[in-house]
């Protein structure tokens, strides 16, 4: 199967610092998507982005599909943005993860 | 968007019993599932397919007679974890959607076997 690598794999921020969280797939993928994990565990789709750039208030994703990386953009960080981020292939394929934690 | 309801959230049981996850989908017809199961600080990690109407697909190394998941209607799908033993503790999370509504998570169930 497809291997997903993300970096960095913990990550502290002070509130409103920006930061960019990075995906490497080891096979091409098409349909590649963030999410975030809250403390809780609730899994929430951030993005649906095979390739280009998409934004989302504070959050915007790049995927570039035939270099095989995805970014995930934060910006302006508040304490609600912490939990873990994965990207994924899919349903099936779920990168290792980056554990965000923001301080106040 | 689609909305998937997952219960119960927290369940212990005694080692040896079998356990019921149900996941519901409640705005959607869902004619396929996603069933996970996620360690503790680990990455998530599918365990089968749920099909409505036929058998599950499973992944390679996910015991079938272990965990039994059932599809039977189109807003509707169960995992039963079978003989449960402390290794089976885990955090279970279901998927479902599609094209049309994007895919989303149940809450999760926090299985603790004792």
């Known amino acids: 199967g497809i291997q997903v690598e993300q970096s960095p794999p913990d990550l502290i921020l002070q509130e409103g610092a920006n930061s960019t969280l990075r995906c490497n797939f080891s096979?091409?993928?098409?349909?590649l998507q963030w999410f975030h994990q809250n403390p809780w565990g609730q899994l929430i789709n951030l993005f649906y982005?095979?390739?280009g750039t998409k934004q989302n208030g504070r959050l915007s994703a790049t995927t570039v599909a035939t270099e095989r990386y995805s970014l995930l953009y934060i910006s302006s960080s508040q304490t609600t943005d912490s939990g873990v981020y994965f990207c994924?292939?899919?349903?099936?394929?779920f990168g290792t993860g980056t554990s965000l934690t923001v301080i106040p | 968007g689609a909305v998937v309801s997952q219960h119960p959230s927290r369940v212990i049981c005694k080692s040896g019993t079998s356990v019921k996850i149900e996941c519901r989908s409640l705005?959607?017809?869902?004619?396929?599932m996603f069933w996970y199961r996620q360690f503790p600080k680990q990455s998530l990690m599918l365990m089968a397919t749920?099909?409505?109407?036929?058998?599950?697909?499973?992944e390679q190394g996910v015991e079938k007679d272990k965990f039994l998941i059932n599809h039977a209607s189109l807003t509707l799908s169960t995992l039963t974890v079978t003989s449960a033993h402390p290794e089976d503790s885990s955090f279970y999370i279901c998927?479902?959607?599609?094209?049309?509504?994007?895919?989303?998570f149940g809450s999760g169930t926090r299985l603790t076997v004792v």
């Open positions: 705005d959607f017809q869902a004619t396929t």
């Open positions: 096979d091409s993928v098409n349909n």
């Open positions: 998927s479902g959607g599609g094209a049309n509504y994007g895919y989303t």
């Open positions: 749920s099909n409505e109407g036929s058998k599950a697909t499973y």
């Open positions: 994924a292939s899919g349903q099936f394929y």
């Open positions: 982005i095979p390739s």
